[in-house]
């Protein structure tokens, strides 16, 4: 794989995404938004003194998991059409590059993003927990290991996941407000459905572990079937009429 490739592949997104004032700002609030909104709603339950209640901190945590694939729909499921639409795609194309390192490259930039920002939320939610919370419990609440866990494993693969099949939809479709709903409509239902036993099983670290080896494997898999199904001489012929 060709990397100077894929670099300048994802530097160039990243200069969309900044040239998009709408996205851009939107995914600065993002994190801020939802620290506040897991915040108020878990102060509560960390300064009860019941272990049950203890247990549903984790909820608000997973929260946090969410982020790469909510950055994926507002990034990724954009990113060939635009392309398309600024007639940048067919010359790449036509040039040596992969299909393999065109989806590493195009996936790069959201994940990137994805994950810094889901980082950056858990470390604001951590901070201000503990700010709030020291003073009454004598002790520091986070980080846990399954904070850890979520943050640095589950997170990323859980991006990875969103970014493909996200990408996948984005390559099939014309239109950028179509390729969007799609993407909502397929991308984000899965991934709560596939959190479902997560939250249900509350704190448990195996759980979350095992869930995401499970989601790293049907990234990688995704990958592939994406790159399998990506047809560039389709794109070339059908794009350009």
């Known amino acids: 794989m060709n990397f100077s490739l894929v670099r300048e592949m994802m530097r160039k997104d990243f200069q969309e995404v900044r040239r998009n004032g709408y996205v851009f700002y939107s995914l ?18 960390a300064l009860s003194t019941s272990g049950q209640s203890r247990a549903l901190l984790s909820t608000f945590s997973t929260i946090m998991v969410f982020i790469p694939a909510i950055v994926t729909s507002l990034i990724g499921s954009t990113s060939v059409i635009l392309e398309k639409n600024n007639h940048s795609l067919e010359p790449l194309l036509a040039t040596p590059i992969t ?18 920002l889901s980082w950056v939320a858990f470390t ?9 919370t020291y003073g009454h419990l004598g002790y520091l609440l986070f980080p846990t290991d399954l904070t ?5 494993f589950l997170a990323p693969v859980t991006g990875m996941l969103g970014t493909f099949l996200t990408l996948l939809v984005s390559s099939k479709m014309k239109d950028v407000r179509a390729a ?8 984000l239902p899965l991934l709560l459905l596939l959190f479902l036993p997560i939250v249900a099983s509350g704190a448990d670290l195996i759980i979350n572990f095992v869930a995401g080896v499970g989601f790293l494997v049907a990234a990688l898999i995704i990958f592939f079937v994406s790159v399998k199904a990506f047809r560039r001489e389709t794109i070339l012929i059908s794009w350009g009429k």
């Open 28 to 45: 600065l609030l993002l994190p801020i938004l939802l620290v506040a909104v897991s915040v108020i709603d878990s102060l509560a339950i």
């Open 99 to 116: 299909d393999s390192e065109l989806f590493a490259g195009k996936a790069l930039a959201p994940l990137s993003v994805g994950i810094l």
């Open 124 to 132: 604001l939610y951590i901070v201000v927990m503990d700010a709030l």
């Open 148 to 152: 850890l866990v979520q943050m640095f």
């Open 180 to 187: 969007q709903q799609v993407s909502a409509l397929v991308v």
